[in-house]
T-cell receptor, first 113, second 112 residues
Framework: EAGVTQFPSHSVIEKGQTVTLRCDPI?????LYWYRRVMGKEIKFLLH????????ESGMPNNRFLAERTGGTYSTLKVQPAELEDSGVYFC???????????FGQGTRLTVV | GNSVTQMEGPVTLSEEAFLTINCTYT??????LFWYVQYPGEGLQLLLK?????DKGSNKGFEATYRKETTSFHLEKGSVQVSDSAVYFC???????????FGQGTRLTINP
C-alpha cells in the first residue's frame, strides 16, 4: 500500500510568487495534518483536517497560507505570496483516526529566494 | 503551552558506542511521548512511543522511558550502527489532542 505522498519534493520560487504543495494521504485515512520545519528548528504543527473539514488550524502562520481538502482525499497548501521566511520543509501526515499512529510523507523542501 | 526540548546536535559517535539523546518536556495533564526518526532522503518514521508514566518504548534496539517525575523521555541505544545515522525528533501529543509538538531535532552521525 502506498504511504503518504507529497509533491513536489523540492520547489524553488521567487519572493512574491505563489506555490502549491500537494499531499496524498494513505487511502482511507480521514485525518490529515500539515507541519513545517523552518531553518533546522523544531517541526511545527500547521493544521489538521478531518475528512474535508478543518479541525484545528491554530498553527497557520498568517493569511498567506491556504489549505484545502476538497472531497476529503488529497490536500493542497498554497502560499500566496511567498516570503523568504516561508522557506523550510513542509510535512504532511495522515492517520486513520485521532488516536492511531500518524504516518508522514517525505516532505516538500520549499526555498523562497 | 506544551513544549519539548531536546539535546542539541550534531552528535557524532563511533560504531558500537552507547547513545543517549536527552529530551525533556513541559505539558499539562498526561501527554503521550514519541521519538521519530528521519533517515536521509526519507520521511519521518515513528521509532517508539510511550503513553503513560513509567512505560518504556522500544524498537530497533532503541529505548526510552516515560519519566513523569523528571518530565523526560531520553532516547538510548547500547551499541549504535552506521545505519542509525539520521535526525531524531522527540515529540508529544497532549491529552485529547492528536497534533504533535516536536523538539528541534538532533542529527546523529555514526562513523565506522
Amino acid at each position: 500500500e502506498a504511504g503518504v505522498t507529497q509533491f513536489p519534493s523540492h520547489s524553488v520560487i521567487e519572493k512574491g510568487q505563489t506555490v502549491t504543495l500537494r499531499c496524498d494521504p494513505i487511502s482511507g485515512h480521514d485525518n490529515l495534518y500539515w507541519y513545517r520545519r523552518v531553518m533546522g528548528k523544531e517541526i511545527k504543527f500547521l493544521l489538521h483536517f478531518v475528512k474535508e473539514s478543518k479541525q484545528d488550524e491554530s498553527g497557520m502562520p498568517n493569511n498567506r497560507f491556504l489549505a484545502e481538502r476538497t472531497g476529503g482525499t488529497y490536500s493542497t497548501l498554497k502560499v500566496q505570496p511567498a516570503e523568504l521566511e516561508d522557506s523550510g520543509v513542509y510535512f504532511c501526515a495522515s492517520s486513520l483516526n485521532t488516536n492511531t499512529e500518524a504516518f508522514f510523507g517525505q516532505g516538500t523542501r520549499l526555498t523562497v529566494v | 503551552g506544551n513544549s519539548v526540548t531536546q539535546m542539541e546536535g550534531p552528535v557524532t559517535l563511533s560504531e558500537e558506542a552507547f547513545l543517549t539523546i536527552n529530551c525533556t518536556y513541559t505539558a499539562t495533564g498526561y501527554p503521550s511521548l514519541f521519538w521519530y526518526v528521519q533517515y536521509p532522503g526519507e520521511g519521518l518514521q515513528l521509532l517508539l512511543k510511550a503513553t503513560k508514566a513509567d512505560d518504556k518504548g522500544s524498537n530497533k534496539g532503541f529505548e526510552a522511558t516515560y519519566r513523569k517525575e523528571t518530565t523526560s523521555f531520553h532516547l538510548e541505544k547500547g551499541s549504535v550502527q552506521v545505519s542509525d545515522s539520521a535526525v531524531y525528533f522527540c515529540a508529544l501529543s497532549g491529552q485529547g489532542a492528536q497534533k504533535l509538538v516536536f523538539g528541534q531535532g538532533t542529527r546523529l552521525t555514526i562513523n565506522p
